[in-house]
């Protein structure tokens, strides 16, 4: 998905709020929002994707007001919070009817805790409202079937908390071998290797970093040799917006598991902000 | 008001949105909002009220989009639309048991057409609920008092259509010296000298204007100059967030009559956004 217009505004209101957490002191949070500021205003937006902006953003937060890792402190709040609900999402799965597809709305539930779309959401409310309603894009059948056959699944996580929700489903897909995908640094509140770790999904699933714009951290998502491992794999489960900004034109086996969140990405998945959403994009 | 770090993200909406009613033309809003960034991005906010920096947006995007009035479409819009509901907030004046009380709800229901802080409002919804509530900080007492004796008063306009709607309360002002004050150029939907024109201002009031942030449209807000002026009104009547953000701390019999509707104004004066607001300052 290319980048909008409408992105640059809400990139200053990230820069902000990461900013605001990564220090108390108002002299460092203006320098990163000003230092945002100046980068933004020379890079070119042309076929960029939003995350590639968003990584720089992120980086120069961090870089200015020395603070490695400005969301520690809520990833390991919903990392404690998702956990404790790990017991009752379990449960909601032994009782249905349909195992893979409460798992899948668990899982999806979880996409909720996002600190980059917005920083106000109610985790409680949106897994109530997801396991009793459909989905909005719904191409959960094809899911179903292309798991059924698959050997080999390579899952996209997306953040912190919310990985605890996707082993639910990992748990589902016994037997596959499974690569999990994370971060291999900070950003915003992304899951990173200590995420998976917390929530137990080294004892499932082989773990992968891909970069968070910082050298040294994987390949790049959307660059062509991530792109040619994921054609490799029989499935690939896409988690959230910004696995679905880098890779909604590649070329593989996905399926984009998300909560549209933002009005820029309801309008290229064509959901509405608010929708629950699996959608297949094999060409 | 000094300005607060929130405005950064704020500016960049308001630039998106004026660069959008300023061109269809996607290379000149990109353009557009990239020279705002840059621009931001070496300002010194210090000591900034939030209109000094907004003049230095609207600026921008006037002059990269070539066009000098974005908001002309939507300024005479709302006035013919407000010229519309005229007869009818004349009639709800008539039948008020307390004239001067509803004139002034009147006045203050129309400041939420305005948009530099968001784009989306009702109006009708909003006169109805102004009128049949309170004021969540009310001099209204003091306001009432002053005016009895005021023989001079100037009364600091905001928007256009919202004008129509000053104009009623400045109907209740009879016998009075009235000077009317509106930005000597377009900026945002302020009111100018054509929008108070076309309200009829003219024919109550003398017409003033204040500068738009360009050369030769007037003394800025809070210079010298003007506070010294208002300084020989017996009663400064004060319309909206500009106004207020420009002249919280002048030293003038000022009443500030507004909608909250930002939560750094919010936060200022003390008043949750969604407040109908009329407070006096005077020192």
């Known amino acids: 998905m290319k980048i909008y217009l409408e992105c640059i505004p809400c990139f200053l209101r990230q820069a902000l709020e990461a900013s605001k957490m990564a220090t108390r002191d108002p002299a460092r949070r203006e320098l990163a929002v000003r230092e945002v500021l100046r980068r933004l205003g020379k890079i070119s937006f042309r076929d960029k994707t939003p995350p590639e902006i968003g990584y720089v953003v992120h980086r120069v937060v961090r870089k200015v007001t020395g603070n490695p890792d400005p969301y520690k402190k809520v990833k390991d709040e919903f990392n404690r919070k998702a956990q404790r609900m790990y017991p009752s999402l379990k449960d909601k799965v032994e009782k249905s009817r349909h195992r893979l597809l409460t798992a899948t709305k668990i899982a999806i539930a979880g996409n909720i805790i996002d600190f980059g779309p917005t920083s106000k959401f109610d985790l409680e409310s949106t897994i109530r409202e ?43 897909l016994e037997g596959k071998q499974i690569t999990f995908v994370v971060k291999g640094g900070p950003h915003i509140n992304d899951a990173t290797v200590a995420d998976a770790k917390f929530a137990g999904i080294h004892e499932i699933a082989e773990i992968k970093t891909v970069s968070n714009g910082e050298p040294g951290t994987g390949p790049r998502r959307n660059s062509k040799r991530f792109i040619s491992w994921l054609k490799t794999r029989d499935v690939v489960i896409s988690k959230g917006q910004g696995n679905y900004e880098s890779l909604s034109e590649a070329d593989a086996n996905i399926f984009f598991l998300l909560r549209v969140k933002c009005p820029m990405i309801a309008r290229d998945i064509g959901a509405p902000v608010g929708s629950t959403v699996v959608k297949s994009v094999k060409r």
């Open 130 to 172: 997801v396991l009793s309603s459909g989905f909005t894009i719904d191409h959960f059948k094809l899911f179903e079937k292309a798991l059924e056959k698959a050997e080999t699944v390579a899952y996209l996580g997306d953040n912190a908390g919310e990985i605890v929700f996707d082993r639910v489903l990992l748990e589902e």
